[in-house]
């Protein structure tokens, strides 16, 4: 589903990815783990090509999506959903998801406003309420479902467990699972290691823009060495 092969990515003179290289297969659930500032995010948005690595390729469905438009990649069926979350905050929820609304697609779980107001019941009983009346769990949940409106075949979540309150990190793992379920590729960027193991078929680390380990869970339990090299604070 997704090959990221040798990417450099900068921002101005600052060399943040060194060389990335891991792929993802259809229906995989891959958590990118690492310290703040390890590259994480910079890797999501290399892949969205909102950062342009200078060298190396990032392969999307057998196509090569490297250097071309945000917007296209998206029209292809990449969802971001960034840390920032960004909703529009003086749009209703209602609009919010219309506003990401793209047709059906073939290999993708296709996302219908009845299916997302049963996936996220809050915002089915506040669907006409505008974005800054939203919690910060809520607001999470609306930008991951705006993004779904989108039918994608592969979604990256920058940071889905940051900042919200622990009964909303349950859900969002559930939430997580049930997508799986459905064959949705997802790769989501953590911190939280109890999230990512509950959430994840395998763990790919990354340490000052370089990968680090690229295994399964149970191998990352195996070697605590690694773990405690470049997970723990």
Do not use: C
Request: proline share 4%.
């Amino acid at each position: 589903m997704l090959e990221i092969n040798g990417i450099n990515s900068f921002y101005g003179k600052a060399h943040i990815l060194n060389d990335l290289s891991f792929s993802v297969g259809q229906g995989e659930v891959v958590a990118l783990l690492g310290r703040n500032g390890a590259g994480k995010t910079t890797t999501m948005k290399s892949i969205m090509q909102l950062v342009r690595p200078r060298s190396g390729s990032v392969r999307f469905a057998d196509t090569d999506i490297t250097g071309i438009s945000p917007h296209k990649v998206a029209r292809l069926g990449l969802g971001y959903v960034p840390e920032e979350r960004r909703i529009f905050t003086d749009l209703t929820i209602l609009e919010n998801l219309e506003v990401g609304r793209q047709a059906p697609r073939v290999g993708a779980p296709t996302w219908t406003l009845d299916a997302l107001f049963e996936l996220f019941p809050n915002l089915a009983e506040r669907q006409n309420n505008r974005g800054k009346a939203l919690s910060g769990g809520e607001q999470q949940m609306l930008t991951i479902a705006r993004t779904l409106m989108g039918n994608p075949s592969l979604l990256l979540l920058d940071e889905p467990s940051e900042g919200i309150a622990p009964v909303i990190v349950e859900q969002m793992a559930q939430t997580i699972l049930n997508f799986k379920s459905q064959g949705l590729t997802v790769i989501i960027s953590e911190q939280n290691l109890h999230f990512a193991k509950i959430v994840a078929d395998r763990a790919v680390i990354i340490e000052g823009g370089e990968k680090k380990f690229d295994d399964t869970f149970e191998a990352l339990e195996s070697q605590p060495e690694i773990r405690d090299a470049y997970l723990s604070i």
